[in-house]
């Protein structure tokens, strides 16, 4: 059992003999099964993200729900369920690839033949030609990303359909479009004396396969947060502005350290006419920023670092660029997860890292880099919602049905959508950091 999934067993049971307060964890419900939110979806009729950072989010009625776990894996203890997984990897040898997120939990990661950001496992799915099934174990918009660059007769797994991403359910394609023919009808489309076309969008690949589709129609591109600046670079030359979504904080850091001033990026809310703008400022805009956000990420704030700094004198913050901008301006640098991680790969000497990203990332490099003191900015365990949703069982669930030949909860993405969503991605590709 993960060291996360471990401490939020041994604080539910001291909360309920009243031995610690409640905020030690985000919610009780975490020490469940996630079958449990899976049942109570099903019952109310209606999805939700479960307990976690985003279980105050409102998840649209169209995000996918799973259906019931076979009783036998959620009966199964954790010895029975990691033999069961073992075996059905050893029987289906080079035929299966198991991938597994940074923020996934430890013991899902043991069983992941590569682990990495998204972008990377998308990645790591094509250099597994012999592979048949790639079984991803991230979230809704990984899993629609390794099958648009996999090969068609390849079948992508997502262990639990309700592995979604709240912050990508908060720009939807019908929200987008709204937006862009209002943007079409203030700037019009014909292209300025450089030949730089009014507004280009721009979407973080935490995003829907529609969005990267609309992305790859509309002349534009998908971001990582590894390549965020060389992407609006890209984008600047060869528009006036950006169109920059779902996340607002990763758009409006990554143009300030561009030098783009704060008075020119206006945030567009979609429930608001213009966004909630006035025609003058969308004019002067340079990046038009989307009311959307990562919840696991919005938990860190500036007196969580400067409490680190005074409890830990000489420690380095290092924070992801989806946190808040008065959090990357306070920390000493900010990066993507593979940033994260190499930065404290490269320390030679002993050092103490207080790290803003999610707690499962962060345990699992205090146990990888044990000469370093490593922590979490956030004190209180609050994983990521929807990848909590990935547990051991559902991951034999699904490796025991293509061991009988049989493919469980695959994710397709359109022809219509995936063509012009490669285009959009394979510029992604191009525009190296």
Known sequence: MSSVNTAIQLITREQAERKVPAASTCSPALARGPWDFDAAESRAGAPAYGPGASSADVAPASTPRQGQLPEEYKLASDAELDARIRAAKATLGDRAVVLGHFYQRDEVIEYADFVGDSFQLANAALTRPDA??????????????ADILSRPDQAVILPNLAAGCS????ADIDSVTECWEQLEELY??????DGRVPVIPVTYMNSSAALKGFCGDHGGIVCTSSNAATVLEWAFERGQRVLFFPDQHLGRNTAKAMGVPLEKMPMWNPRKDLGGND??????SRVILWHGFCSVHKRFNVGQIDKARAENPGVQVIVHPECPMEVVDAADSAGSTDFIK????????????????????????????PQHTIFCLDPVICPCSTMYRIHPGYLAWVLEALVRGEVLNRITVDDEVAGPARVALERMLAARP
């Open 132 to 145: 048949e099934a790639i079984i991803f174990c991230g979230v809704h918009f990984m899993a629609e990303t």
């Open 167 to 170: 912050m990508a359910d908060m």
């Open 188 to 193: 019009g489309t014909e292209p300025d004396a």
């Open 279 to 284: 025609e003058q400022t969308l004019q002067d």
């Open 342 to 369: 190499k930065a404290i790969a490269a320390a030679t000497e002993p050092a103490t890292f207080a790290i803003g990203t999610e707690i499962n990332m962060v345990n699992r490099l205090a146990a990888e880099y």
